[in-house]
């Protein structure tokens, strides 16, 4: 259950069995590869201790132990670890909202330094090469939404990934690793930030236990920390580990993979722990329930694969089919899914008469986002958005009718040597969104700008934000991500790039934003009518995606200016890197504002992103296209371009 492994590591991800691996450090120490357990780490290291700390036992009709304990297992944790100084953040059966405003939380009060902690107790899987962390409220026998629901373990190593002072992470993971839509479960191959430490109740393919009051995990930590609190922790969990071994039965292996990049030797009275009260029923935990943290437990994966499409036959939901093909690519209704994907969209009604017959659509990518982006999920685990075609505007600018050659430098501005060009963009009108099967651009709608604004001719690059870093205002890049100064800055979050608006407002004078969604389209289309603001159908030199045309490497984005501008003089709107825009998320454009403003919600979390990306095909370069991601993630597809307000 509760994993606060600081144990032995390697200097890259590890994967071990709890056991054999604190005997193997152990005996071995540094010469066997794994860093000696002896240096002690000052308590000054590690001053400031936050955590967050999810237990969710609410999921339908589920009435397993897990209903009661997790939340119980969440309280022990929180009394636990504010005795040891930690500030903590906590909630109970929380939706997949409320877990995805909890981790931006959590990620804002990181910054500042120390200890990061994350504790989930309740239902997990692997699916698709992904860990899922199961929001409450979820139903058990619906596996698509076991799929788009599911808060993927990402989400929570990008906000502990932010440079910060003296840090080292802790991932707890109290849940099962089993993977129902597979005979045999694969780990997810994530990337860890440094000195990052994620444990799991138990290995991948496993299940973890219930006792009456709380898992079996987390009695046997409670027992141990109880017994001796100031005890070094690698014997602690190894003590722990043994326990859990015994009390299953063999049936329950802790497990983890670690990212701790320097030997330390570390007591638990280092934190100042003072033993919380627990009660006889925590001292003695007998196993009611071994399985009881698992999704849908199977007979076998056979069974379980029928069980999914069952659930999802009927459907008239392209997405119900996408999930299926998630969990089974090459499975026994992979053709039958892929044909009602194609039946669905090709009864898609269309109340507005195309321009030129679509260009066919592919499903969206297995991994249901952008590559790496968790994009419904995250997103968070993010949406599963099916890019579409624009329809026609009801009117245009009268200067942007058109397709026509880049605009004159008369247009073009520039408040600093560092600052970005910008573009002028007259007043207007157009139609908004797309008629295709994507509810979320749907309905199109008109939208009148009512003032002109400027625009960044090109996405910031990465010279333009490290003069916002080395005034202090920004935070440094990512170095593997930002290497080249004149490719756009990428790696950067919503809240990143409010940062740099305010310092470049502040030594501008000037007033600059982050465009809205519906200043983003009309100046993608810039007058134009069709999917791509060339035509409705791919043409090699306007974006970069990797099936667009030369110039294009898998590793990054092109430098910016690399491809053709649009009618507006605009470059890379399309392709290059996914750009932030000041709304919030909505599920659809119903009710969307149609005066061009920022359709924002207080507290919101999820904000859009526009464009495509370097890393897409053809099909996510289109106009309309729009995906959600969490405002405090990074991501390393995800950068931005800006407005500046014209008075």
Known sequence: MWRIFLLVCMAGAIQVHWSGAYAAAQRNGAEAGVAAVTADLPDKDHSR?????????????????????????????????????????????????????????????LQAGGVGLFYFAGHGMQAGGQTLLIPAGIDMRSPARLIGKGVDLRTVLQAMRAPRADPLNLVILDTCLNDPFAAHATPGAYALPGNTLLAYATAPGGFAADGVRHGVYTSALLRALADAPSQNLAGLFQRIAAEVHKDTGGEQSPWMVSSLSRAFRLTVSSFGFA?????????????????????????????????FWNSIKDSNYPSDYEAYLKAYPNGRFAALAHARIDRLRAAAPTSAPAPAPQAARPAAPASAAPPEHPRSTATPTPVAPTPAPATAPITAPAAA????????????SRDCATCPIMIAVPAGSFSMGSNTDDPSEKPVHHVTIGAPFAIGKYAVTVEQWNACADANACQKLTPESNSVKNAPARDLS???AQQYVRWLSKVTGKTYRLPTEAEWEYADRGGTTTQYWWGDQMRKGNANCKDCGEPWHKEGPESVGSFAPNPLGLYDMNGSVWEWVGDCWHNSYQSAPTDGHAWDTPGCEMRVIRGGSWREGANYMLSATRFKYSASVRQSQDGFRVVKELK
């Open 49 to 109: 201790r936050i955590a967050l700390v999810i237990g969710n036992g609410a999921y339908g009709n589920d009435t397993n132990p897990l209903r009661e304990n997790a939340p119980r297992d969440a309280q022990a944790l929180r009394d636990q670890l504010r005795s040891l100084g930690f500030d903590v953040i906590m909630r109970i059966d929380a939706t997949p909202p409320q877990m995805q405003q909890a981790i931006a939380e959590f990620r804002q009060r």
């Open 275 to 307: 033993a919380a009260q627990l009660t006889a029923a925590t001292l003695v935990e007998p196993v009611v329930r071994l399985h009881s943290r698992g999704i849908l437990p199977k007979d076998s994966s056979e069974q379980y694969e029928i069980t």
């Open 494 to 496: 919503w809240d990143d």
């Open 401 to 412: 009718q058109k397709p026509a050659a880049r605009p004159a430098n008369a247009n073009e």
